[in-house]
């Protein structure tokens, strides 16, 4: 689909975190740059325009504008905040076209106006691959990684059970991770940064217990990550050192198109259940996430995907196929979790079905650690 695309030279905070997701909300795609670092990337991304910070830019000793003016005669610049002096003259502003001066915070509605008429979005996309090569290619993937966490409620009272880590890449938030944790990244990166959200993972997880909130924290891990003995190494390596009770600590298998030999996967399973990691079984009732995989796998936990969720709300397939799978978890000993609960009718379907714990945006969507870990 094509769309409008900006990039934000800006500092790395809540404001511009905040002002990607209010952009992209509105249909216009952002990528930031940070750091001169991320110049290389940012030039893939291909903008129709530029909004500056001019003194995040001098500080940082970005080239950009005279970058851009090699791709495109005039590259639409916006500029802020409103200078009272010459301090950007250094910037060479006379390599693009400033074509307005804005004060932070920025108005969102003004901003996408802006964009909007000076965009040509004729015959180009976003291509979020190419620009996560470029991430690769300039070793700015990990360091551009974050990791935020979206609560687990319980469905009875509603209570905090769990927090699930969700990764996010900083200079463009709204970039689906699954590209990250796929075939179509090389192996080696794929380790990496699943090994960045376990850190984070345990890290809130030891922060938690300290504090007398010792609910498990999960993180998401591709089924053919846990067949690379690099990968259950480093992780069973944490596992030990790690200041924390088994059960505090879950791996999500998650959904993926890469097959894995299911006795192969629960082997693994077994080994890492003895080093006190809880495991779940993420999408399920979507492409792998199948019978097979339930029936061998060890598991603590079963998330029902929010697809399946949706269309048994929906009334495409019936309430007694999910209440029998859920019985099934009985059974088994584990819990039973309904994703994607967006409003308090999802709220009371899940209840009907006699689902165990909750998860999705009618509690919030996932943010930085900080927000429920003071000091962090």
């Known amino acids: ?11 790395e905070n809540a404001l511009s975190r905040s002002l990607q997701d209010d952009l992209e909300a509105h249909d216009i795609a952002v990528a930031c740059v940070f750091s001169k670092l991320d110049e290389e990337a940012s030039l893939v991304f291909g903008p129709d325009a530029l909004v500056v910070d001019p003194k995040s830019m001098r500080e940082n000793g970005h080239g950009l504008l005279d970058r851009f003016a090699g791709l495109r005669p005039s ?6 905040p409103n200078p009272k002096d010459s301090g950007d003259d250094a910037l060479a502003f006379d390599a693009a076209s400033v074509v307005q001066r804005l004060q932070k915070p920025y ?17 180009h996309t976003v291509n979020d691959l190419d620009y996560v090569c470029a991430l690769v290619e300039t070793d700015r993937l990990l360091p551009n990684l974050s990791v935020e966490f979206q609560s687990k409620q319980s469905l009875d009272n509603d209570k905090i059970v769990g927090y699930e880590a ?16 796929s075939d179509l990244v090389d192996v080696a990166v794929e380790v990496e940064a699943t090994l960045v959200v376990v850190d984070e993972s345990i890290k809130l997880a030891t922060a938690l217990a300290k504090r007398g909130k010792p ?13 690379y003995r690099r990968f259950v190494d480093a992780l069973i390596s944490r596992l030990k050192h790690a200041d924390i009770k088994p059960g505090q600590l879950m791996l999500e298998i998650t959904e993926e198109a890469r097959v894995v030999d299911v ?16 495991i779940s079984i993420d999408d399920y009732g ?7 995989r339930i029936a061998k796998i060890p598991f603590d936990e079963l998330k029902i995907d ?14 007694s196929l999910l209440a029998s799978m859920l019985e099934f978890c009985r059974g088994r000993k584990a819990r039973s979790v309904i994703e994607g609960i967006e409003t308090k009718h999802h709220l009371a379907q899940a209840r009907l079905l006699g689902a165990d714990f909750g998860q999705g945006f009618y509690w919030g969507c996932a943010v930085p650690p900080k927000y429920f870990v003071p000091g962090w």
Request: aromatic share 4%.
């Open 1 to 11: 689909m094509s769309t409008a695309k900006v990039i934000i030279v800006e500092e």
């Open 75 to 80: 590259m639409p610049v916006i500029l802020t």
């Open 107 to 123: 108005a969102v509605p003004t901003l996408c106006n802006l964009i909007g008429r000076m965009a040509d979005v004729s015959g």
């Open 166 to 181: 969700l990764t996010r890449v900083k200079t463009r938030r709204a970039l689906n991770p699954a590209i990250i944790f």
């Open 215 to 227: 609910v498990p924290v999960s993180f998401n891990c591709s089924a053919i990550m846990m067949t």
């Open 263 to 278: 006795d192969r996967l629960a082997a693994v399973c077994h080994a890492l259940r003895g080093h006190g990691l809880s």
């Open 286 to 292: 979507t492409g792998l996430a199948n019978l097979e």
């Open 306 to 319: 929010k697809t399946i969720f949706n269309a048994c709300y929906d009334g495409d397939i019936p309430i």
